[in-house]
């Protein structure tokens, strides 16, 4: 059974910085890319960052770009989201997201998604 | 960007009726890569049909996909009680892969 499950998440001020994580299991990890999305309180799904199986690309949404980094250890089947100068706007809640398509590159819709993290940029 | 205009927001039915769901997009949508999630309150969201028309698996048959370019349509045959959700397209065939808005479907 494919789980993925998301920590880290929590309160923090503006300005500040945390780093989600991902852990995986039920799949051969290093073969599916590996995505953020995330849901602002009552908005709707925004993607914000990717990474293909073997770690070698990386794509950020323009709004986090430059803030945030996405890395992944197919050692240890986990997915991170480093975020830095986080801003009201980043106040969400944070799902990882499996690709659905077996593939070295990102195909960019997911057939599994954890239960999310919730992030809070306040001061 | 490729924009995605959702519509109704809001679509008021019963169970048993049919619902149509719209999803229009500001370009094409190269090779038909739209996918529809099904999302309830505090869930992530449920992939229900990608490449426009395929269903994921373990979906029912009463959820339809349909449409090409920049014109899809998400159809649920007969609404059971535990469709009534939000629904969101996303297109993924062009980078940066966004979604729409939502459709909130809710029980009349």
């Known amino acids: 059974e494919v789980q993925l499950v998301e920590s880290g998440g929590g309160l923090v001020q503006p300005g500040g910085s945390l780093r989600l994580s991902c852990a995986a299991s039920g799949f051969t990890f290093s073969n599916y890319a590996m995505t953020w999305v995330r849901q602002a309180p009552g908005k709707g799904l925004e993607w914000v960052s990717a990474i293909v199986g073997s770690g070698g690309s990386t794509y950020y949404a323009d709004s986090v770009k430059g803030r945030f980094t996405i890395s992944r250890d197919n050692s240890q089947n986990t997915v991170s989201l480093q975020m830095n100068s986080l801003r009201d706007e980043d106040t969400a809640v944070y799902y990882c997201?499996?690709?659905?398509?077996?593939?070295?590159?990102?195909?960019?819709?997911?057939?599994?998604w954890g239960q999310g993290s919730l992030v809070t940029v306040s001061s | 960007e490729i924009v995605l205009t959702q519509s109704p927001g809001t679509l008021s039915l019963s169970p048993g009726e049919r619902a149509t769901l719209s999803c229009r997009a500001s370009?094409?949508?190269?090779?038909?890569?739209l996918a529809w999630y099904q999302q309830k309150p505090g869930q992530a969201p449920r992939l229900l049909i990608y490449g426009a028309s395929s269903r994921a698996t373990g979906i029912p048959d009463r959820f339809s996909g349909s449409g090409s370019e920049t014109d899809f349509t998400l159809t649920i045959s007969r609404l059971e009680p535990e469709d009534f959700a939000v629904y969101y397209c996303q297109q993924y065939g062009s980078s940066p892969y966004t979604f729409g808005q939502g459709t909130k479907l809710e029980i009349k």
């Open positions: 997201a499996k690709d659905r398509q077996r593939s070295t590159g990102w195909y960019g819709y997911f057939d599994y």
């Open positions: 370009q094409s949508v190269s090779a038909s890569y």
